[in-house]
């Protein structure tokens, strides 16, 4: 689905979207009725109804979607050439948490490939859209949970694979690269935080075998914020939970950020 035309609202890009706090994250994004959100998906159906039902709920008509496979960085490239307006946030939700290792067609492992560069290379191919946008920014939606990285091993190659060990690492990524990406991009006024949503149940929970303990609308919370509030416009480089910043013990030794960054940027 492509966008035709130009509008004045700001437009916000959520990924994920069509899961339990992807949809929180756009719905209250267009609640607000001063964004234009594009829900990236991939799942057509799911993306297509779901535009429906934020249309009916937020009386918001300027919701639409698009479709991307996250762990493709061909799909994101043609996405990003395909989009040809200014670009207000972008909020890189998508994640899995596959039960058994598998590969992308390039052959690299699915959860990193989804959950880690998916989430670089969305930054990196619409960055020419975020500097068009004053004010712009870019959440990297992380999790208290992250540990265990092996900057040896990213892909499980050695390591016996399970979905707990992989999910993890790769949000402990997700908060160490949004440091990095901070520093390169302050200087064309580019934000990049990392949040922490709450525990929603969602098809992530499920695949971890655990249940969620908040709704998906406070669990999505931090991310509209950070993606929305004028207040957080000034911050980047940094971990938030309930809208709070926090200490992140994960960033604080730039030199493994840096290795980490150049591993994932010769992919």
Not at 11 to 38: F, H, L, S
Not at 146 to 158: H, Q
């Amino acid at each position: 689905m492509n966008l035709i035309g130009k509008l004045q609202d700001k437009n916000i890009i959520v990924t994920g979207a069509t899961g339990a706090i992807g949809e929180a994250i756009a719905r209250q994004i267009a609640a607000k009725g001063d964004y234009r959100v594009i829900l990236a998906a991939r799942d057509q159906n799911k993306a297509q109804v779901l535009v429906e039902q934020i249309v009916h709920v937020t009386g918001s008509s300027n919701v639409v979607y698009e479709l991307v496979d996250f762990s493709s960085r061909a799909s994101i490239q043609a996405f990003s050439e395909r989009w040809q307006e200014p670009l207000y946030a972008l909020v890189n939700n998508a994640v899995i948490a596959p039960g058994t290792r598998k590969e992308t067609l390039q052959g690299i492992e699915l959860q990193f490939a989804t959950n880690v560069l998916g989430y670089l290379w969305m930054t990196i191919d619409f960055l020419e859209h975020l500097k068009s946008c004053a004010g712009s920014r870019v959440v990297n939606v992380a999790s208290n949970y992250a540990g265990g990285l092996d900057m040896d091993d990213l892909e499980f190659k050695r390591r016996r694979y399970d979905n707990h060990s992989a999910y993890r690492q790769s949000k402990q990524a997700n908060r160490m690269l949004s440091a990095a990406l901070a520093d390169r991009l302050a200087s064309d006024g580019i934000t990049v935080n990392a949040c922490h949503p709450g525990v929603a149940d969602s098809q992530l929970t499920a695949a971890l075998g655990t249940s969620g303990r908040d709704s998906p609308d406070e669990s999505a919370r931090t991310a509209v914020w950070l993606a929305t509030h004028l207040d957080a416009g000034d911050k980047t480089g940094k971990y938030f939970v309930n809208k709070r910043e926090i200490p992140d013990k994960f960033t604080t030794n730039k030199h493994e950020i840096e290795r980490l960054l150049k591993i994932c940027l010769d992919y």
